[in-house]
């Protein structure tokens, strides 16, 4: 049974910072890419951040490249989304991902197993 549990969501002004972790337990990890992905309320769930196997390469949607940094420790199953200079459009549940390919990819259809989301919530 593959597992993946969110951590590190909640309250913060923007401007600030968070990070986020999520820790995978079955039979994946080192092998697969991992990444983020969010549902702001009222609208769809949109790519945040992927990161191949091998953390040797990683993929960014525009609206948080340079702002936003995914990592991942293969020796601890984790991933970890680090998240600077906050906005209050970053709010959203944020969801942790493995995709189907140890490579970097960007649409949700081509996601093999989904968290169950940690909430993020950036006051003005």
């Known amino acids: 049974q593959v597992q993946l549990v969110e951590s590190g969501g909640g309250l913060v002004q923007a401007g600030g910072s968070l990070r986020l972790s999520c820790v995978a337990s079955?039979?994946?990890?080192?092998?697969?890419?991992m990444g983020w992905f969010r549902r702001a309320p009222g609208k769809e769930r949109e790519f945040v951040a992927t990161i191949s196997g091998s953390g040797a390469t990683t993929n960014y949607a525009a609206s948080v490249k340079g702002r936003f940094t995914i990592s991942r420790d293969n020796a601890e199953s984790t991933v970890y989304l680090q998240m600077n200079n906050l906005k209050t459009e970053d709010t959203a549940v944020y969801y942790c991902?493995?995709?189907?390919?140890?490579?970097?990819?960007?649409?949700?259809?081509?996601?093999?197993?989904w968290g169950k989301g940690t909430l993020v919530t950036v006051s003005s």
């Open positions: 991902a493995v995709g189907f390919r140890s490579s970097v990819w960007s649409s949700g259809a081509s996601v093999r197993y």
């Open positions: 079955g039979s994946i990890f080192s092998a697969d890419g």
